[in-house]
């Protein structure tokens, strides 16, 4: 395993993704699950924020207290559509954080990732970003991603997904060796479509009941 990917293999995070890879979970539980375990994911990510210390009264006294040192909120970009699962989860922990989306579809027939979508808050120089997706599989759409967000000269960036495949994840570092991957899992392989196997099936069309 490369060693900027990071397996969060909390027990919590674990359980709840057995529960979202079983065939039988409701469109409802699979998003809700999600939600959770996406809370759980930046908790971890985020652990190496600065911090600084600032003067506050609690009702008994006043002490230095920390806080985030950060001048610039994070910046919490979701590749669409699936990314939409995990940023919903992370914005309630991080209400505050501003949010870019990147719409990139996968065509069917050379797995090839078509843009089609692209908004960013204005300052991203300033900001430490997190990418968000599911799903690495062929990585294709992380790269195309991460490379179009690499433009805007981020402060920092962190890709985020809940499964990963090991050609997913060697052909991003490939390209990016310079950004790390934080992910749930690493699964065996991919199929001849693409999938991961075993996987969880298609994470957008779970997510939304769409399949």
Do not use: W
């Amino acid at each position: 395993m490369p060693a900027q990917v990071t397996v969060i293999d909390h027990p919590l995070i674990q359980h709840k993704l057995t529960l979202m890879r079983r065939a039988e979970t409701s469109t409802a539980k699979f998003r809700s699950l999600l939600t959770e375990i996406s809370m759980l994911l930046a908790y971890e990510v985020t652990r190496d924020l600065p911090l600084k210390t600032e003067s506050i009264k609690t009702p008994l006294a006043v002490m230095d207290a920390p806080v985030l040192a950060a001048e610039k909120k994070l910046v919490l970009v979701s590749i669409m559509r699936a990314g939409q699962g995990i940023l919903d989860g992370m914005l309630q922990l991080m209400p505050t954080a501003r949010v870019g989306h990147i719409g990139l579809y996968r065509d069917p027939t050379t797995l090839v990732p078509v843009e089609y979508y692209f908004k960013l808050p204005h300052d991203v120089e300033e900001r430490d970003m997190l990418v968000v997706d599911p799903m690495i599989a062929t990585g294709n759409s992380a790269v195309a991603a991460v490379s179009r967000l690499k433009e805007t000269s981020p402060k920092s960036l962190k890709l985020v997904c809940l499964l990963a495949a090991p050609e997913g994840i060697h052909n991003f570092h490939d390209q990016h060796p310079d950004v790390p991957v934080y992910t749930a899992a690493i699964d065996e392989r991919l199929d001849e479509h693409g999938y991961i196997i075993p996987g969880l099936g298609d994470a957008g069309d779970r997510l939304f009941g769409t399949k």
